[in-house]
C-alpha cells in the first residue's frame, strides 16, 4: 500500500483558499482553532472566551471554507499517530515556505534534537532523580515548534521512562506561531506541557505577562509535579474497568472524555466521536 503524503494532503487543502486567503492566514487561523479546541477539552474560567474566540474566526470563513480545518487536523493527528518520532507541523511549515514570512526563522531538524536529548541521558541522573522525586522535567525556552521536547519524550520512553506521567515539559518561545505548533503537538501526543509565549529571556516564566497555555496530560498529571514527594498522599481516582484497564476518572473532565490507563502505563485519551 503506497504511503500517504500528509505534507501534500494538507498543502492541497490550504490551497483552496488561495482565491481568498493567504497561506499565512490560513495557517495561523488553522493553528488558533485547533489549540482552542484541545484546550476547551479541560474545563476551566477560560472556556468561554476560547469559545467565542473560536467561533469568531470560524465565522470569518465561508460554510464550505470552515469544513476544511477539521480535516487538516485531521491530518496532523494521522501523521503523528503513524510516527510520533518527528517534529511534523515544523516540517510542514517550511513544506509550506511559511519561514519566509518571519524572516527566514529556522526550525532544528528532529534527528539533531534527537541526538542533543540522547547525550541528556549518559549517567544515571535522570534515574536517580526519577526514583527519588518521582518525575523529572525538561524546559526550551526557545521551543518552536517543540522538536527538542518530541524528541526528548521519545529518548525518554526508549529508556523505559514513561513521559506522558513522569516527565513535566515547560516550552516557551516569544513567537506565538511558534507557541501555537509546539501546544497542538504536545498535546497530541499526550505530554504534560505547560506552553507559554513571551520573551524568554526578559520576562521568564512565570511572569504576570505570560500566555499560558497547558495541555490536557498536564491538568490530569499536575499533582505528580507537586513540590516533595510526587504524588504523596495523593490519588488520581484510578479504577479497573472489567478487561483490566486502569480508567482514570476524574470528575471534573467531560462527559465524552475518558483516560484509559494501558499495560505498558501509558495513558490514552478516548473521546467519543462527534455527531
Not at 9 to 34: G, H, M, P
Not at 73 to 102: C, I, M, R
Request: hydrophobic letters at 40%; glycine letters at 8%.
Amino acid at each position: 500500500m503506497k504511503k500517504r503524503d500528509y505534507k501534500k494532503e494538507f498543502s492541497t487543502l490550504i490551497d483552496k483558499f488561495a482565491y481568498r486567503y493567504s497561506r499565512w492566514q490560513v495557517w495561523n487561523d488553522f493553528l488558533s482553532l485547533s489549540a482552542l479546541s484541545l484546550a476547551n477539552v479541560m474545563p476551566g474560567p477560560e472556556n468561554g472566551e476560547r469559545e467565542e474566540q473560536y467561533l469568531s474566526i470560524m465565522d470569518s470563513y465561508q460554510k464550505e471554507d470552515q469544513e476544511a480545518f477539521p480535516k487538516m487536523l485531521g491530518l496532523v493527528v494521522l501523521a503523528l499517530e503513524e510516527n510520533p518520532e518527528q517534529d511534523f507541523l515544523g516540517s510542514l511549515y517550511h513544506y509550506l515556505d511559511l519561514q519566509q514570512e518571519q524572516k527566514g526563522q529556522f526550525f532544528t531538524p528532529y534527528h539533531i534534537c534527537e541526538f542533543m536529548s540522547e547525550l541528556q541521558f549518559t549517567g544515571d541522573e535522570k534515574a536517580e532523580k526519577l526514583e527519588e522525586k518521582g518525575c523529572i522535567s525538561v524546559n526550551d525556552p526557545a521551543c518552536g515548534a517543540g522538536a527538542m521536547l518530541i524528541a526528548f519524550a521519545n529518548v525518554a520512553k526508549r529508556h523505559g521512562i514513561n513521559y506522558q506521567k513522569h516527565v513535566l515539559f515547560v516550552a516557551q518561545d516569544i513567537d506565538r506561531t511558534a507557541a501555537m505548533m509546539c501546544y497542538i503537538q504536545m498535546s497530541l501526543l499526550g505530554c504534560p506541557a505547560i506552553v507559554v509565549i513571551g520573551d524568554s529571556l526578559a520576562k521568564p516564566f512565570p511572569h504576570p505577562d505570560n500566555e499560558v497555555w497547558c495541555t490536557l496530560f498536564y491538568h490530569l498529571n499536575q499533582w505528580r509535579f507537586t513540590t516533595g514527594e510526587a504524588g504523596e498522599g495523593q490519588e488520581d481516582g484510578g479504577d479497573m474497568t472489567e478487561d483490566g484497564v486502569a480508567a482514570v476518572t476524574l470528575g471534573h473532565l467531560p462527559e465524552n472524555v475518558r483516560v484509559q490507563e494501558g499495560a505498558d502505563g501509558q495513558l490514552m485519551l478516548c473521546m467519543e466521536r462527534a455527531s
